[in-house]
């Protein structure tokens, strides 16, 4: 809405106080002008700057890009967001979610949207999550280890393998959850020499060794 003089004929009558007061009228000023009591003055205008401000946080909303609103989405109404985009909107969200990661250096941000491209399991990201498996932020570096073992493609592996070594213990670990799917012998190979340093591991990553091995075992067996 134009709430201006040029607009006059389209406005409630409160916006015609609030313009007044704009002109750098006085509240007394405006009540003899307007011939109204001081009270029905500050009546219009608190309504008129609360309807301004609305209107203000509306205009906010409609201009942001459908990331910010996604970054702002507690985790549950993320996953329905996406769930809910059709074939069209689809596209659109992983070009935007693309392109955002490539700029975004909030680290909480952008863990956001690692994460979305785990849960949308599309190898096409890959290109974008293996160089941030390097990132300085332990934290980037595991939310990116687990969107690639949800999108689980053997193009990962060799990043996965060096995952094994990362400094965050919860990171080893989905490497090696992630592996026990799309590793080979290297990878067993490997596995096995870290669960030979137990004494320096975690229990919870020695139990994701052990699973991992034992799957990749059966699987050279057959």
């Known amino acids: 809405m134009n709430i201006s003089w040029d607009n006059i004929d389209q406005l409630d009558d409160y916006f015609i106080t609030y313009l007044l007061y704009k002109d750098s009228k006085t509240v007394s000023q405006i009540s003899k002008i307007r011939n109204i009591s001081t009270t029905e003055v500050n009546d219009h205008l608190i309504k008129a700057k609360l309807e ?6 509306d205009e906010l909303e409609l201009s942001k890009d459908i990331l910010d609103k996604f970054l702002e989405m507690n985790k549950d109404n993320r996953m329905s967001f996406m769930n809910s985009l059709d074939e069209e909107r689809m596209i659109d969200f992983k070009r935007k979610l693309y392109k955002r990661i490539l700029i975004e250096r909030n680290a ?16 096409r990201f890959l290109k974008l999550l293996h160089p941030l498996t390097s990132h300085r932020h332990s934290d980037v570096r595991r939310i990116t280890y687990s969107a690639l073992r949800k999108i689980e493609s053997p193009k990962s592996r060799e990043v996965l393998q060096r995952g094994l070594y990362d400094t965050n213990a919860q990171t080893r670990q989905y490497c090696a959850k992630a592996l026990s799917k799309i590793g080979n012998d290297i990878s067993l190979r490997m596995l096995k020499r870290l669960k030979n340093k137990k004494q320096f591991e975690k229990d919870y990553v020695l139990r994701a060794y052990d699973d991992a091995i034992d799957t990749l075992e059966s699987v050279t067996k057959k």
């Open 52 to 57: 301004i401000k609305a209107m203000l946080k």
């Open 108 to 123: 909480e941000d952008l863990m956001i949207l690692i994460w979305a491209t785990g849960e949308l399991k599309d190898d």
